[in-house]
């Protein structure tokens, strides 16, 4: 792996990137997210709760399983009611985000070598990440995520690189994980 010699890009970031990076994160914590939005969807929506906890027993008999099933019921019917909102909540201030950045600090240049990634913006900010603190990374079509240890996802746009380095990072990580 040391003889792998640096690959350099450069990267103008656009909302697309962003939002890439969002469905691709919440898709790593979906499950969590999914129990939150039910948590809450339950929280909304308990005054129909009791209505529903009768409804259930009189179809189920016993209360613990009507309250289940009432609980479920209420949530996921909130939970499906607010995704649209919550989507266009995430969309409109992503989009706010990006804008507010400027075009200085969306300009992002990556040199990955052997010994980590290095990114920096157009200001002059730099972020080095040794290999050592990836616990995993994932190469899709257009990003790469990196797992940063212990909860942090941070990602690569690969349209910085040309495709032979594509090709040259994508094997590199793959002796690196073997």
Same mark, same amino acid.
């Given at each position: ?19 890439? #990076? ?87 240049? #990556? ?43 941070? #990602? ?23």
């Amino acid at each position: 792996m040391s003889d792998f010699a640096p690959i350099h890009g450069t990267v103008f970031v656009k909302l697309s990137d962003q939002l890439l #990076y969002i469905v691709l994160a919440i898709r790593q914590k979906a499950l969590l997210l999914f129990m939150s939005l039910l948590c809450v969807g339950f929280v909304v929506s308990s005054d129909s709760f009791s209505h529903e906890v009768s409804v259930a027993r009189a179809h189920h008999g016993s209360v613990p399983m009507a309250i289940l099933v009432a609980a479920l019921s209420v949530a996921v019917t909130s939970l499906i009611k607010m995704l649209p909102l919550v989507t266009l909540f995430v969309v409109v201030f992503t989009a706010l985000g990006v804008r507010r950045m400027g075009i200085e600090r969306r300009t992002l240049t #990556y040199e990955i070598g052997a010994d980590g990634m290095r990114t920096r913006d157009g200001l002059g900010a730099e972020l080095f990440l040794p290999w050592t603190n990836v616990a995993w990374t994932r190469m899709g079509k257009r990003l790469l995520l990196v797992k940063i240890k212990p909860r942090m996802l941070r #990602y690569v746009i690969l349209r910085a690189f040309p495709p032979e380095d594509q090709q040259k990072l994508a094997g590199f990580l793959a002796a690196r994980t073997a």
